[in-house]
């Protein structure tokens, strides 16, 4: 059986047993690792990818490409030229299974490219993210925050105002029946109303409106 499979950006067509130098992967020697994205397995293709085919491999080491020499010359007003090196960071592996399906019941990890990221800290990411899954999932249901009144209704009061008053711990039509005139005011004040709370007579429309809710 043969599958192809993408990794940083390049196709490399497998079987099992082979070795590979594909780009630098966030994992140590000696870690098994798995590629998801397979786009054929055994001539099945997949759309781009073939859904739940997976190709497993065993880090050998992290090596180093051949040098590749790069000259860079500038003619214009400010002319120079240098000679660059580069070598390009690589893992070696052999690959040692290759599966049509069942990938994602394997738990193996998953064959990341380094990037930004080592392989340490993606060694500490994934045991955080397998625990705070399981905590979510383990934790009870939280009840419900009981739903305030629609203080749309009362006089320009729009959504960003009801929000207002929501966040100044106003949510019930019956807070606001209950406002003193000295509190109103006072409301009015904090909000930046210009007097509208007793100009539109909220503390009245509350009451009747407390009533019905």
């Excluded at 007003?77 to 690959?95: F, N, P």
């Excluded at 380094?114 to 383990?138: C, F, I, Q, R």
């Amino acid at each position: 059986m043969f599958a192809v499979l993408k990794t940083g950006g390049k196709q490399y067509k497998v079987q099992s047993g082979d070795v590979l130098r594909v780009e630098k992967l966030a994992a140590e020697a000696g870690e098994t690792v798995q590629f998801n994205e397979i786009l054929m397995v055994d001539g099945q293709v997949g759309t781009p990818t073939v859904e739940g085919a997976a190709v497993q491999a065993t880090v050998i080491d992290q090596i180093k490409g051949d040098k590749v020499i790069h000259f860079v010359k500038r003619r214009r007003k400010h002319s120079s030229q240098r000679t660059k090196g580069h070598r390009q960071q690589l893992t070696l592996l052999r690959v040692t299974e290759i599966l049509a399906s069942g990938a994602a019941a394997t738990g193996v990890k998953a064959a990341i490219g380094s990037g930004s990221v080592s392989g340490t800290a993606v060694a500490v990411a994934e045991p955080k993210a397998a625990k705070a899954a399981e905590a979510k999932a383990e934790a009870p249901a939280e009840a419900a925050a009981p739903a305030g009144d629609d203080l749309k209704k009362l006089p320009g009061v729009g959504p960003a105002m009801e929000k207002k008053l929501h966040e100044a711990g106003i949510t019930r039509f019956a807070q606001i029946a209950a406002w003193t005139n000295e509190q109103a005011a006072a409301m009015d004040s904090r909000l930046g109303l210009k007097g509208k709370i007793v100009n539109d007579g909220w503390v009245a429309l509350a009451k009747d409106l407390a009533k019905k809710a």
